[in-house]
């Protein structure tokens, strides 16, 4: 794995949560003056059908595990900034 990607990954998901309106999600408990990205690694999991799943998982912290549309907004911005993978964007406090 390329860690110039995962730096990459890294720092375009501060930059996305920078320029977020916080008022786009209302419904998502979040601490907008500590938010940030945490981790973010590469995974292949295994689905029991001989396939393997690879995808990049990121943790943003300072947010409720229940922030699905931030979530969402996450995975949209890297599409739309040109990544062209697979991504699970979990929160936590």
């Known amino acids: 794995m390329d860690k110039r990607l995962l730096e990459s990954i890294f720092q375009k998901v501060n930059e996305i949560i920078e320029t977020a309106n916080p008022k786009?999600?209302?419904?998502d408990a979040i601490n907008w003056g500590d938010l940030g990205c945490c981790e973010v690694g590469y995974v292949v999991s295994y689905d029991g059908f001989n396939h393997l799943n690879p995808y990049y998982s990121i943790l943003i912290d300072e947010a409720s595990p229940d922030a699905s549309n931030f979530c969402e907004y996450i995975q949209d911005e890297l599409e739309t900034a040109?990544?062209?993978?697979?991504?699970?964007v979990r929160t936590e406090w």
């Open 24 to 27: 786009d999600f209302p419904h």
């Open 82 to 88: 040109g990544y062209n993978a697979i991504f699970e």
